[in-house]
């Protein structure tokens, strides 16, 4: 099973301080992830934004930018994602969602993810994450009942990922264990069942434009 998992924060900026806490979230996520995935970490300043907007399904397949074809097909190829966001103003973070938007959900469709929030605050990103719910369930992976959520993220981890002192690695890790389990479990049923009959053939993914799958008459 291969999973991706997303970095979102593009923060060079402080304060607050730890720029790119969730390198940290990261980290820790793809050790928990380590034997039940093949995990690959997805790093938006790896994608620079750019001035205009155009996302990587405009283009012609010959004239896309090849960093955005790349990631097209790993998204492609994956079997499951871990979405990896910071509260900001009580929402995902814009570099996960511009990001995401780059690409068509046909990419991401039938397909589970695991949302995973964080934040040196109190409620480690849970609002950001109920509104990740809804977008990730149009992007078509449809995100697992159990959400992770690490509050003071930057007390919890070390600069490397891994546990501070005093932090109790074995309720850490069974606090994860719920999300990817309950991602691999799905990622296989997913997969299996995407063998046995093609999801594209049931439910095709719009040519031109979302209006396509709108009721008659609207
Ligand atoms: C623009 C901005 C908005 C923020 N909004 C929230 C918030 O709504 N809730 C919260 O708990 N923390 C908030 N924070 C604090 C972040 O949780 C903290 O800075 C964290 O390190 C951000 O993740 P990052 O370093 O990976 O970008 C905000 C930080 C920034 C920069």
């Given amino acids: 099973m291969k999973a991706l998992v997303f970095l979102a924060s593009r923060r060079k900026s402080s304060p607050p301080l730890p720029a790119r806490l969730g390198e940290r979230v990261c980290a820790f996520l793809m050790s928990q992830l380590a034997g039940r995935f093949e995990a690959t970490l997805i790093d938006p ?3 620079p ?3 205009t907007f ?5 283009y012609s397949d010959n004239a896309k930018p090849s960093h955005l074809s790349g990631l097209e097909s790993l998204i492609a ?19 996960l969602s511009d990001l995401l938007n780059q690409f068509p959900s046909s990419v991401f469709s039938f397909k589970p993810s695991l949302i995973a929030t964080y934040s040196s605050g109190q409620w480690g990103g849970t609002r950001a994450a109920v509104g990740m719910r809804p977008f990730l369930s149009e992007l078509g992976c449809i995100p697992v009942s159990a959400m992770l959520h690490f509050p003071r993220a930057d007390k919890v981890f070390q600069a ?3 546990l501070a002192p005093g932090q109790e690695e074995g309720r850490w890790a069974s606090y994860a264990n719920r999300g990817t389990e ?4 799905w990622a296989a ?14 439910s095709p993914p719009f ?8 009721a008659p008459g609207v």
Avoid at 182 to 185: A, F, I, M, R, S
Wanted: aromatic share 10%; no cysteine; proline share 10%.
């Fill in 45 to 47: 300043l790896d994608y």
């Fill in 49 to 51: 934004a750019t001035d």
């Fill in 54 to 58: 155009k996302p990587a399904f405009s």
């Fill in 77 to 95: 190829q994956a079997d499951a994602y871990v979405m990896v966001s910071p509260e900001y103003n009580h929402s995902m973070s814009p570099a």
């Fill in 160 to 162: 490397d990922g891994t």
């Fill in 182 to 185: 309950q991602l691999h479990w």
């Fill in 189 to 202: 049923a997913a997969a299996h069942q995407r063998a046995v009959l093609d999801p594209f053939a049931a």
């Fill in 207 to 214: 040519r031109r434009a979302p209006p396509e799958r709108d």
